[in-house]
């Protein structure tokens, strides 16, 4: 399994940038997909989730700033983020869940500035 994550970058406060994570080499058919941030010195946390009906789920400082969606004939999950603060500056991973493993991306920096 590959996850490929783009879209980051620098950004000013209160700007805009939209995360892709195209995955391949994939047999099964994947549970969930999200995003997950790591801000320096920090434990990784959920930003959000989504499953293959389209059941989403945000953690609650992002909520109503960030949009999650998904592609499932490109397998590819993206996340819309609005309105971006300070504190959102993190290393942004992709997520997958297939049979009740996790996969993850490498990661993609996002860094905004105030």
């Known amino acids: 399994v590959q996850l490929v994550e783009s879209g980051g970058g620098l950004v000013q406060a209160g700007g805009s940038l939209r995360l892709s994570c195209a995955a391949s080499g994939i047999m099964f058919s994947i549970n969930s997909m999200g995003w997950y941030r790591q801000a320096p010195g920090k434990q990784r946390d959920l930003v959000a989730t989504?499953?293959?009906?389209?059941?989403?789920n945000y953690a609650d400082s992002v909520k109503d700033r960030f949009t999650i969606s998904r592609d499932n004939a490109k397998l590819t999950v993206y996340l819309q983020m609005n309105s971006l603060k300070s504190e959102d500056t993190a290393v942004y991973y992709c997520n997958v869940q297939i049979l009740g493993i996790d996969y993850w991306g490498k990661g993609t920096l996002v860094t905004v500035s105030s």
């Open positions: 989504i499953t293959g009906g389209g059941r989403t």
